[in-house]
């Protein structure tokens, strides 16, 4: 009677069922798995723009031309990039390291508010340092805490001269949904800025961000996925003033094509965003119309 | 509150950038040999929530790399050599090991 009586109780043999059929099935698929090949995996570059938890293997170094292009704005023709020569270095089972030189690439011609320019140029140095505060099997979900400062000589949008200050800081999280095989992450992201433009007048805002994303190896060294990437620009360095949001959604791509080598790709299209101060579809303002990622690393 | 914090923040972070590497006394300590491409033992017991130390004996005639995901090492030890990976103090569970070398060579640590 009281199965049909409580919502809550009724729901509750059927959620029970599709939790037993989804373990099961995810037990055979491991099995299945281990007999096919897909071994354990590193999760860091397995989902795109989202970041996962892992931090390496001690001792291992690993230098990767990292690009992150941002395309189309409002009018006009708009093409950026950003690449990082990154040089990875996990020093022991906790922490991660990472630093290098970042290139500039701009293309822009006709977009209202930017000067026209063509230009690709060194641009300025970053650093990283990640910490795994919790990993699996202790905890169904590993989580890794990261804190990114970064020095621009040059406008990340426009590519004007500028000097430029960054602190990202990023909590990463990811679980298996299924062992070796089916991966979600999630990034909590908080990234204040502060600039100097050509006025001499100092610069400050910030970016909250949130993204999620899922990636299934189709193979032992292939993993798709897809992934959605949402932003909230504020003025200020504690979210003082909103100015407009977006939300990206595009597939992923990792492959590991040798030992030691391996490619993560992604590319993103803004699928919904608004500025405060116009009525227009998507923030082209403060982001792109679509933006794309490749990396490709080397461990040694 | 705040303060406390950030200083056992510190502390503990000091003791990870310092203090994962050296073997100690107290480690577990387990014996692991490759001898004609496989592991021997495949398979590995230890106590959880206690440093490990794993010296491989490599008796093959080529080199092998004992690489582990979840245990977070990788080590080169050469033909006829011999090398000792330490592990931080493990959760119980079954952490996958393989030679990187020659991937099908595989073997698990078992924590319990």
């Known amino acids: 009677m009281a199965l049909h009586d409580d919502r809550g109780v009724t729901a509750r043999p059927g959620a029970l069922v599709a939790v037993a059929l989804w373990w099961m ?19 860091k570059y397995i989902f795109g723009f989202t970041e996962g938890s892992g931090i390496g293997l001690e001792g291992e170094k690993e230098f990767s031309v990292d690009t992150i292009g941002r395309f189309g704005k409002r009018d006009g023709r708009y093409a950026a990039t950003e690449t990082k020569f990154e040089f990875e270095y996990t020093p022991n089972q906790y922490i991660q390291v990472e630093f290098g030189p970042l290139a500039a690439g701009h293309n822009i011609r006709g977009v209202t508010d930017l000067d026209d320019r063509h230009a690709i140029t060194l641009s300025g140095f970053f650093g990283e340092l990640r910490y795994l505060v919790f990993d699996r ?22 590519g004007e001269r500028v000097e430029n200050y960054e602190f990202e800081t990023k909590l990463q999280a990811d679980v298996e949904l299924i062992k070796n095989r089916l991966y979600a992450a999630a990034n909590l992201i908080y990234e204040p800025e502060t ?19 899922l990636s299934y190896r189709v193979l032992p060294e292939l993993a798709i996925g897809v992934e959605a990437d949402y932003y909230r620009h504020y003025d200020g360095l ?48 403060e982001f792109s119309r679509q933006r794309a990622k490749l990396k490709v690393a080397v461990e040694f | 509150m705040l303060k406390q914090l950030s200083v056992s923040f510190v502390i503990g972070f000091a003791a990870c950038l310092v203090g994962a590497n050296a073997a100690s006394a107290q480690d577990t300590a387990l014996q692991l040999t490759v001898q004609n491409g496989r592991f021997e033992p495949a398979e590995l017991q230890a106590p959880a929530n206690k440093a490990i130390s794993i010296t491989i004996k490599n008796n093959d005639a080529k ?22 990976v330490r592990i931080r103090a493990l959760s119980p569970g079954r952490y996958e090991f393989m030679d990187d070398f020659n991937q099908k060579n595989r073997g698990t640590l078992v924590v319990q």
């Open chain 1, 25 to 43: 099935a995810a037990s055979a698929h491991a099995e299945e798995s281990a007999s096919k090949g897909f071994y354990e995996i590193e999760t």
């Open chain 1, 137 to 158: 099997p202790a905890s169904p979900i590993a989580v890794t805490v990261s804190f990114e400062p970064v020095y621009r000589a040059f406008d990340e949008t426009g």
């Open chain 1, 195 to 213: 600039t100097r433009v050509m006025s001499g007048d100092w610069e400050k805002e910030s970016k909250f961000g949130l993204t999620g994303a």
């Open chain 1, 238 to 285: 504690l979210f003082d003033t909103f100015t407009g949001d977006a939300l990206f959604i595009g597939p992923t791509l990792y492959y590991k094509f040798a030992r030691k080598m391996f490619l993560a790709a992604a590319w993103n299209a803004q699928v919904w965003g608004r500025e405060v101060e116009t009525s227009n579809r998507f923030n082209l303002a």
């Open chain 2, 63 to 84: 080199s092998v790399e004992f690489e582990s995901v979840s245990l977070r090492v990788e080590k080169v030890i050469a033909a006829k050599g011999q090398g000792t």
